[in-house]
């Protein structure tokens, strides 16, 4: 019985995580209308970026790393949309999507010219976990799901009492009837750049420091993330959440029956069912 | 021919259109007219299986339509256009209207490999068909133009050549002669009332009312969603409710 | 000279399963990013019938079969979302093809791959030497190029097309958009597995890291740079990028570089990629229509 709760604890501590994933998903496909295939590779580098300062030769400890990686990563993502999606915020679709998958192929295999194939940690000694009511969690997992839970909180302050929130769900909305009323629908989406990435920066940088970094982990969690979002809703915020902790919980309690080679599976499954059973989910924000 | 009863369909607490009931029989060319946001696309959306309703029934030919997907909807017969026009692009004239005739040996991939002499032969007989159609409509000097590539009107009349191409019993106009020039409509009503020899019932809708009045036998007019009157054309323009719909509020 | 046939043997195999591609993308408008899922069933399934002494026709008729079948299965609730959904559909299912190649050890020798794959034998024809090889693949690309060519320019290919355009006004026409995007895909999706079982006799050894998304991007790169939606540019596109990739091999640099020259060829690939669909997303040929595109 005790396994079963440490495997829902194991499942909200993931949650948690992919829960930050896709809520940046959702976020820019909410404002721009097209899902990132890149959004693994943010994730992926905001990780790499925390690894980066904290190696020689800059080796910079945890505290004073983080915000620098989180800066970084917002950078990365705001440089993505400038160089490539905004020239082709007009293309069709699969112009688009071509492009973000080989944006995406481009920024893995950078991971691995910098830092070849091979599994990295951030090298933070396992620690015996805190023991209670016969589970177990230690000091790094309560900091993720307590970071998750600030930035969670931080997120519904911004988009639901403040200005810029209340931009970016006009945007959000109608893009065209968003502009023609006078929001700076400019500075709504570079918010939601900034937002997302350092969202998926976050989400990185728990994920390494919960398991480990490698060049593709972006692609596995980019499934997952969209796994989330649909789940929850595409375009909405609060869902993308409730997604994230269900495919979280799903995967721990999933290989509890199942073998655990094929745990990154289990939210493609989800995934699967979920456009089978609830196809309406998916024609919110059809064109047509 | 066409029944429509009670149908309603709203969105989001939106009444589009609201218990509607209507019926085509013996004209060869009926108008539907009504205010602007008075549910005459809906209602054309929803005879052709575009948007299923929330109530009430579509009958064509006294087989029930409503519910069936648009594909179900053009193979019973009913061919329709659309406000902005729905041509392909990247595909030229010839074949766009290629494209419509039903039933189409070539179009089953198996045919492809043991029936190459039939298709052949409805091919050609389908071109034959198509450049007459294309020339009626007055585009055969661009039959070989990507579609994208045709002036608005010019794609307005392919789109009405084409749905001819498909042999309907009844084909659907959603306003036919919006954004296009005064040559270009009078054409367009030629074409219409040549083909009304040859059988086909029209169903359309226009905001022109002297393209009404030359066109329609029968005028049937929504407002809210609703049908409010019908009649011959000099009927319900003296009509104080059609009046009083475009009017008033 | 064995080069040059090396180079042959390769251009052929990925001008399949680049056509392969380019009718799902390029004509009917499906965003398939995992086709490299179907090249590995084909590979697989070929590889392991022959390895059991079927002989290769059979095997190879039956692993089309396999990929058609998966293709079909996979297609069927997918194909009803939109773009971008497929397209993420698609691509997680790529990635639980390659875990199961990865984990299902007792079918797939898993990580360890399987090696002695035999040579083929067509007809009594034994494809042993490099220039006999090459001349089975060249027949092969040939016929699908030809196969795939005349069912485009059919009318069945004449509505796949209209599908991609404008998919409303095809079923406003009585075309059944949804079966015919099935039908494309599992046509993809067998000759990919042709492709795939191609491969996997020429390399003689294949493990579930030969299947990755490096493979699909390198069809898509293929498909975009000579020009979706027309005959001649998945083959155009096949000579460029063969080339590319495989004259680095000529250069002969020190074994320690290939650490590095592997993710570097591959980030080349990724921003080509993104620079074509920036400044030529037509791609190298133009699609003849008298007059430019609006």
């Known amino acids: ?288 | ?249 | 000279m064995d080069f040059l046939l090396h180079l042959g043997v390769l251009i052929a195999i990925y001008t399949i399963f680049a056509l392969s591609l380019n009718l799902e993308v390029g004509y009917t408008g499906l965003f398939n990013f995992g086709h490299v899922a179907f090249f590995g069933i084909g590979a697989y399934t070929c590889a392991l019938l022959t390895l059991q002494r079927i002989p290769f026709e059979v095997s190879l008729l039956i692993a089309l079969a396999m990929a058609g079948f998966w293709g079909c299965l996979l297609s069927l609730p997918s194909l009803r979302l939109r773009g971008d959904y497929f397209g993420i559909a698609t691509l997680g299912f790529g990635e639980i093809i390659r875990m199961i190649f990865q984990n299902e050890v007792w079918l797939t020798k898993g990580p360890m791959g399987i090696p002695g794959i035999p040579k083929p034998v067509l007809f009594s024809y034994r494809f042993a030497s490099l220039p006999q090889y090459f001349s089975l693949t060249l027949g092969f690309a040939v016929l699908t190029f030809l196969f795939l060519r005349v069912t485009l320019r059919s009318p069945f290919g004449r509505v796949l097309r209209a599908i991609r355009d404008d998919e409303v006004a095809a079923e406003t026409l009585g075309k059944n958009a949804f079966r015919y995007r099935v039908k494309a895909f599992v046509i993809g999706s067998v000759f990919a597995g042709l492709a795939g079982s191609l491969w996997a006799h020429y390399t003689t050894f294949i493990s579930p890291g030969d299947f990755t998304l490096l493979e699909t991007i390198l069809a898509l790169l293929i498909v975009v740079l000579g020009g979706q939606g027309t005959a001649w540019g998945p083959v155009i596109g096949a000579v460029l990028l063969i080339l590319f990739q495989e004259s680095l091999r000529l250069l002969r640099l020190p074994a320690e570089w290939t650490r590095y020259l592997a993710p570097l060829q591959q980030m080349i690939f990724g921003a080509l990629l993104v620079l074509l669909m920036i400044f030529r997303p037509q791609g190298l040929i133009r699609v003849k229509g008298k007059g430019s595109h609006a």
């Open chain 1, 1 to 288: 019985m005790a396994f079963l709760f440490q495997s829902i604890l194991n499942g909200i501590l993931a949650g948690c995580i992919y829960a930050l994933f896709a809520m940046g998903l959702t976020l820019i496909y909410g404002v721009l209308n097209f899902v990132n295939f890149s959004h693994g590779e943010l994730i992926m580098w905001g990780a790499y970026f925390l690894y980066f300062l904290m190696e020689k030769p800059l080796g910079l400890p945890l505290c004073a790393a983080l915000l620098p990686a989180l800066l970084l990563t917002t950078l990365l993502g705001v440089g993505m949309d400038r160089a490539v999606f905004k020239p082709l915020r007009k293309a069709n679709a699969l112009t688009l999507l071509i492009a973000a998958l080989g944006l995406s192929f481009f920024l893995r295999n950078a991971a691995q010219f910098f830092y070849g194939a091979e599994i990295r940690t951030y090298g933070f000694e396992i620690r015996r976990g805190m023991r209670f009511w016969g589970m177990s969690i230690t000091v790094n997992q309560v900091a993720i799901i307590l970071t998750a839970v600030v930035c969670i909180v931080f997120l519904y302050f911004l988009f639901h009492r403040s200005a810029l929130g209340k931009s970016m769900r006009a945007v959000s909305d109608d893009l065209e009837l968003a502009r023609v009323v006078g929001i700076d629908s400019k500075r709504a989406i570079l918010s939601a750049w900034v937002i997302a990435s350092a969202l998926a920066g976050v989400g990185g940088i728990l994920l390494g420091l919960d398991t480990n970094l490698q060049p593709g982990m972006g692609l596995i969690n980019l499934v997952k993330a969209f796994a989330a979002t649909l789940l929850g809703g595409v375009g909405n915020l609060w869902g993308a959440l409730f997604g994230g902790i269900i495919i979280g919980m799903a995967e721990n309690l999933g290989v509890l029956i199942i073998s655990p080679g094929y745990k990154d599976a289990i939210a493609f499954a989800i995934m699967v069912l979920m456009l089978l059973l609830r196809p309406s989910v998916l024609l919110g924000r059809g064109r047509d």
């Open chain 2, 1 to 249: 021919m066409l029944e429509v009863r009670g149908l309603s369909k709203s969105f989001g607490g939106i009444h589009a259109v609201s218990d509607c009931t209507l019926g085509l029989r013996n004209y060869a060319i009926a108008g539907l007219i009504g205010p602007n946001g008075s549910g005459k696309t809906t209602l054309f959306n929803l005879v052709t299986g575009l948007i299923p309703p929330d109530r009430g029934e579509v009958r064509f030919l006294g087989k029930r339509i409503d519910g069936c997907p648009p594909h179900e909807v053009a193979q019973h017969g009913i061919i329709r256009t659309f406000q902005l026009t729905r041509i392909f692009p990247k595909m030229t004239v010839l074949e766009n209207m290629l494209l419509a005739p039903p039933r189409q040996t070539g179009e089953r991939f198996l045919s492809l490999w043991f029936r190459q002499g039939k298709i052949r032969g409805e091919e050609a007989r389908n071109r034959e068909k198509a450049l007459h159609l294309i020339e009626t409509v007055g585009l055969s000097h661009l039959k070989d133009q990507f579609a994208e590539n045709l002036s608005y009107g010019q794609q307005k009349l392919l789109e009405l050549g084409r749905a001819l191409m498909a042999d309907p019993k009844m084909i659907l106009l959603d306003e036919p002669t919006a954004g296009i020039n005064p040559s270009m409509i009078r054409k367009m009503i030629d074409v219409i009332l040549k083909m009304r020899e040859s059988g086909t019932v029209f169903f359309i809708i226009e905001h022109n009312m002297d393209v009404v009045i030359a066109l329609c036998d029968w005028v049937f007019v929504l407002d809210n969603g609703e049908k409010i009157s019908e009649g011959t054309p000099r009927e319900i323009q003296n009509d104080p409710k059609v009046i009083e719909a475009y009017l008033g509020v």
